[in-house]
């Protein structure tokens, strides 16, 4: 069973960092790629971050950024612990929102919600003073 559990949200100020979890469970992340979206109230949901699929080779997989967070977040994989991170560094409001992780990509573009079979529960990031 397919199980994908975001961890690491909260409430932090601008300028701030957080560092969200994607532990995947029933399947290995190293041969699928994941997505971090987000979604604010009354906005439509984003893509905020992308590794593609390493097939389980020695290679960390190719990544994609929203222009919004580019220079500012780093996703990263770690194999051993079958978790997917998403670093945020010099947060600001507008990056609040809800969090997710997907598994997929099968879309026409990284970013592109449908490409995505299976979603985490979400986490809440609020950046506020």
């Known amino acids: 069973q397919v199980q994908l559990v975001e961890s690491g949200g909260g409430l932090v100020q601008p300028g701030g960092s957080l560092r969200l979890s994607c532990a995947a469970s029933?399947?290995?992340?190293?041969?699928?790629?994941i997505g971090w979206f987000r979604q604010a109230p009354g906005k439509e949901r984003e893509g905020v971050s992308c590794?593609?699929?390493?097939?389980?080779?020695?290679?960390?997989?190719?990544?994609y950024y929203a222009d919004s967070v580019k220079g500012r977040f780093t996703i990263s994989r770690d194999n051993a612990k079958n978790t997917v991170y998403l670093q945020m560094n010099s947060l600001k409001p507008e990056d609040t929102a809800v969090y997710y992780c997907?598994?997929?990509?099968?879309?026409?573009?990284?970013?592109?919600?449908?490409?995505?079979?299976?979603w985490g529960q979400g986490t809440q990031v609020t950046v506020s003073s």
């Open positions: 997907a598994v997929g990509g099968y879309g026409s573009t990284w970013n592109d919600p449908i490409g995505y079979d299976y």
């Open positions: 590794i593609s699929s390493s097939d389980g080779s020695t290679s960390d997989g190719s990544t």
């Open positions: 029933g399947f290995t992340v190293d041969y699928y790629a």
